[in-house]
């Protein structure tokens, strides 16, 4: 694809969500839903349906659009998702500039990809779950939550064209309703562990003996939840009713294909890409609860702040993720600007750090993708051995969860976040995980009591039913 003109059009203001109700029912639908507080992270919004092309990696197998499979090779994956990509892009109006998406890759990268990315050989069993499903799409609506304007966006061989082609492609809008929708009532599920309570502090004890033998420095040890999910209620719904139980900078809602549908309420950006190349990235480590009051809050986060396994844990996953964007990064362009920060989300405080750095000269998103999987704040430190410790100790695959959601621009921007607080409707299941990270000095039931507090919005939002 040679140079393209990307373009906007400003749309008559309607309710994100009445959108996404009214439009969402289709195979290949993503909807980037930042939400709760507002903020910098926080502020766009963008929703896409019929993509030009989709790609996905499952059962070791590479599937694009209706080709014949062929085996799963990491260079093919990312060389077919630059193929699609133009050679370059116009556009000069100011409003142009500032938007964040007018087309590109939206999907996301599973656990499973990260895996094979470091050459893992697994012993846990191979499911039908796609390790990578991403589509391409030749047009966007964008929402600023901060100025309340939407747009419609895309790119074009020039830009008039563009916009009258794609209005056409646009019917509807001025019939939608302007507030939300009603949610229907969630239904009552009753979710059935991958391990028992006492299995998940054995492996917590065990990964501790494995950091005390000098083989590791910290690992993540997660659990899942799965329940059957009734054949009446419309994912669709679903997500509604989770984005307005625990509202995140990073939601989003992604059906990828046919019984495939993942909804994240994600706190955590994994990685940020501007188009000159500037990267930064904002890993979670360390978890304490909300309060009952605006006291309790301070005493919590406080508490946090000071926590001195949380700090270490913190500490290992910055210099992890340094390590990670170093290997494609501009030599003395890494730095960290904010360490050990308590941010506070719905449900729980949180302590973060920033890491940044500057893409090196003939780098790009997809070459950065390819160094950081997956995610090092729900993988451990040194990562390789990490991953074969977590191979070992948990009960079942993670699929998708501790991967990764990402929009790709056209223009060469890459927002995307961890996949944790997420729930994966695969099938007649609805699956859900959480997880924490392990030290020298983790305490195995304490452990096993954070995964329940990440988990608690998900039984809250289902009745409890765990």
Not at 1 to 16: F, K, N, Q, S, Y
Not at 158 to 186: A, M, N, Q
Not at 289 to 318: H, S, Y
Not at 432 to 450: C, F, V
Request: aromatic share 10%; net charge negative; charged share 25%.
């Amino acid at each position: 694809m040679g140079t393209v003109c990307i373009w906007a059009h400003e749309l008559p203001w309607r309710d994100p969500a009445a959108v996404f109700a009214a439009w969402a029912d289709t195979e290949w639908c993503a909807f980037l839903d930042s939400s709760g507080p507002l903020e910098d992270r926080s502020r766009w919004q963008i929703f896409c349906r019929t993509p030009d092309c989709v790609v996905r990696v499952q059962n070791g197998f590479l599937l694009c659009d209706d080709a014949l499979p062929v085996p799963f090779h990491p260079e093919i994956l990312f060389a077919s998702l630059k193929m699609q990509m133009p050679h370059g892009w116009l556009g000069s109006d100011e409003t142009v500039a500032e938007l964040p998406f007018f087309g590109g890759w939206v999907g996301f990268a599973g656990y499973g990809l990260g895996v094979s990315l470091e050459q893992i050989v697994t012993r846990q069993p191979v499911t039908d779950e796609p390790d990578f499903a991403a589509a391409f799409y030749d047009r966007a609506i964008v929402w600023d939550r901060v100025e309340k304007r939407a747009f419609l966006t895309g790119f074009s061989s020039t830009e008039d064209v563009g916009k009258t082609l794609f209005l056409r492609l646009l019917p509807g809008w001025e019939v939608l309703p302007h507030s939300p929708p009603v949610i229907p009532d969630v239904p009552r599920l009753r979710f059935e562990a991958d391990q028992s309570q006492q299995s998940y502090c054995a492996a917590v004890a065990k990964a501790r003996d494995y950091i005390a033998a000098g083989d590791i420095f910290q690992v993540n040890i997660t659990g899942r939840y799965k329940a059957k999910f009734p054949e009446n209620y419309s994912d669709i719904s679903l997500y509604l009713a989770l984005r307005e139980h625990a509202p995140a900078p990073f939601a989003a809602y992604l059906a990828c294909g046919r019984e495939y549908v993942l909804h994240s309420t994600s706190p955590e950006r994994f990685l940020q890409v501007d188009r000159n190349g500037a990267i930064r990235s904002r890993p979670i480590k360390g978890t304490a609860p909300r309060g009952a009051t605006a006291a309790d809050d301070e005493a919590f986060a406080e508490r946090l702040a000071n926590d001195e396994k949380e700090r270490a844990e913190n500490l290992m996953i910055v210099d992890l993720m340094r390590h990670d964007i170093g290997r494609v990064a501009r030599v003395g362009s890494m730095s960290v600007p904010e360490f050990l920060k308590v941010e506070r989300f719905a449900h729980v405080h949180h302590l973060v750090s920033e890491v940044q750095g500057e893409l090196a000269t003939g780098r790009d998103v997809f070459d950065l993708l390819q160094a950081t999987l997956p995610p090092g704040s729900v993988t451990g430190a040194p990562k390789h051995r990490a991953l074969e410790i977590i191979d070992e100790l948990e009960a079942s695959p993670r699929g998708a969860y501790c991967g990764s959601v990402f929009s790709i621009g056209i223009d060469g921007r890459m927002e995307s976040s961890v996949i944790i607080r997420s729930a994966i409707h695969a099938g007649k299941h609805l699956k859900i995980a959480a997880g924490g990270g392990i030290t020298i000095l983790s305490d195995p039931e304490k452990e096993y009591e954070e995964m329940r507090l990440k988990l608690a919005p998900f039984f809250s939002l289902f009745g409890d039913g765990a």
